[in-house]
């Protein structure tokens, strides 16, 4: 069903991350705790509507548990070509995010965001983590709980649980590199 040869090690780590037992993921699925266990284990194949119904409860895009190339076996955990990177993140319009990070089964993530020209979030968010960034090229405006920086290729900063939102109200893109702990897509 799935590109992704590692589907059950990134819905384990899914839902450890959100610290979801087996038994409560089963529940919001409305499957058995057996089922979903062969799953995360890659015993059993969910189907496309399971696939989307596990996206919905981690809040994740669906496209998330597709678009891996294959890859050598000497490769697979280890080396991600930047063809074979999935997409992931919450699309806003403008926004392009892709998984750096071989899979989802590391205490932390890494993300390579791409902000558009004219591409905004405007609504807050505060997720319990800690991410780092790091501008590889362009500007992006950033609002960490209220306060606006501005931020440019060379720079970096941190986000620990606090509230935030960004825009790229310049004309080239912001291409920024996140490191996000634990994981959250």
Do not use: C
């Not at 699925?29 to 919905?56: C, F, H, Y």
């Not at 780092?132 to 920086?149: N, P």
Request: aromatic share 8%; net charge negative; glycine share 6%.
């Amino acid at each position: 069903m799935s590109n992704t040869p590692d589907l059950g090690q990134d819905i384990r780590a899914l839902r450890t991350a959100r610290k979801m037992t087996l038994e409560t993921l089963a529940q919001k699925l409305g499957k058995s705790l057996g089922w979903v266990s062969q799953v995360e284990r890659n015993i059993s194949t969910p189907t496309m509507d399971d696939l989307r119904d596990i996206a919905r409860v981690f809040d994740v895009p669906l496209s998330l548990f597709f678009g891996t190339a294959p890859a050598p076996e000497k490769e697979r955990g280890r080396i991600v070509r930047a063809s074979a990177r999935r997409h992931i993140g919450a699309h806003e319009t403008g926004l392009v995010e892709t998984l750096i990070s071989p899979d989802l089964t590391d205490d932390f993530e890494v993300i390579h965001s791409t902000f558009q020209p004219g591409a905004a979030r405007e609504e807050v968010i505060t997720r319990p983590t800690t991410e780092v960034a790091y501008m590889i090229s362009g500007m992006l405006e950033l609002w960490i709980d209220g306060e606006k920086f501005t931020v440019s290729a060379g720079d970096s900063f941190r986000i620990r649980g606090d509230s935030y939102r960004w825009a790229n109200p310049y004309d080239t893109p912001a291409i920024a590199v996140w490191v996000i702990s634990p994981p959250v897509y």
